[in-house]
């Protein structure tokens, strides 16, 4: 079974590096989406209804999503 990851970058360099460096790991399904605050906390939610294993997030967000 393969693990869901679910990737919020801040901007869109750190969204494409995350999605290369996913390639060389078959076990895993890799989604990144760029987000802020606000759009961060949609996708976060988003992610959950979809069943998402893992999010990851930085900054900021990571504290808000720590929070909820």
Request: glycine share 8%.
């Amino acid at each position: 079974m393969k693990i869901k990851v679910k990737v919020i970058a801040p901007y869109e360099g750190l969204r494409d590096l995350v999605l290369d460096l996913a390639k060389e790991h078959e076990d895993l399904v890799v989604n990144a989406e760029v987000g802020d605050l606000r759009k961060g906390l949609e996708i976060a939610k988003r992610a959950e209804r979809e069943g998402y294993d893992l999010l990851i997030s930085r900054g900021e967000l990571r504290h808000l999503l720590g929070q909820t």
